[in-house]
């Protein structure tokens, strides 16, 4: 783990094609030890959460290469690794477990992040009908010890067509239902890491169901 984080460092101080092309077989060597990161984590998810599939890595696996069209800011390359395993792939919506490298700043994750209006509809509704189920696992003791919620961006009002005076508004306001666990670049490092996330995604996993439950049930609705 400490080579894929000395790249990144080094990649976070440099970055331009130049240098990147100049290193691109530090490149290749890392990128390889994070597929197989990934490829150990889908085999251990899937012993928990039957809805994994048996994906492919490389279609987990979230692109270095930024895209600057509409950017400001120019830095070709992202100074990260991640991954994202969920049902039907990273690129379908569903609840799943993101893995982030970056020195300082690494996290597992899950849950649902910015969903598309009608997939955030579902989950309101879901929440809206089924609110004891959702709390119950949100202020579960380890849930709660493990994970911060994701509250960004959350709406100052309640979502439209939902009472104002509804006793758990706040349930329904968030633009995301992420959580996300911050892992030093020590705990990174150690023999048992993979271990430890998968002891942290199991902790996730009834999130992951809940969510997708919602959006099984209340598409389209």
Not at 64 to 86: E, L, Q
Not at 166 to 192: G, P
Request: proline content about 4%.
């Amino acid at each position: 783990m400490k080579e894929i984080l000395d790249f990144l460092k080094d990649l976070e101080a440099n970055n331009t094609r130049e240098w990147f092309e100049q290193n691109r077989s530090r490149y290749d060597h890392t990128r390889k030890m994070f597929l197989a990161l990934t490829e150990l984590l889908i085999h251990e998810i899937r012993q928990f959460d039957d809805e994994i599939p048996l994906l492919n890595p490389k279609d987990c696996v979230f692109r270095i290469f930024r895209d600057v069209r509409f950017s400001h800011d120019k830095r070709p390359f992202k100074s990260n690794y991640g991954c994202s395993i969920a049902r039907g792939g990273r690129k379908a919506g569903f609840g799943g477990y993101y893995f982030h490298i970056q020195p300082g700043e690494s996290f597992l994750a899950g849950g649902i992040y910015m969903p598309p209006a009608e997939h955030l509809h579902a989950i309101r509704q879901e929440i809206y009908y089924h609110s004891e189920a959702y709390q119950q696992i949100i202020e579960d003791k380890l849930f709660k010890s493990t994970f911060e919620v994701e509250h960004f961006d959350k709406l100052k009002t309640s979502p439209k067509g939902y009472p104002k005076d509804w006793e758990h508004l706040d349930l329904i306001k968030n633009r995301s239902y992420a959580v996300a666990h911050k892992v030093s670049d020590e705990e990174l490092c150690t023999s048992d890491f993979i271990t430890n996330a998968t002891s942290v995604f199991k902790v996730l996993h009834p999130l992951n169901q809940y969510l997708n439950q919602a959006l099984d049930e209340n598409l389209g609705a």
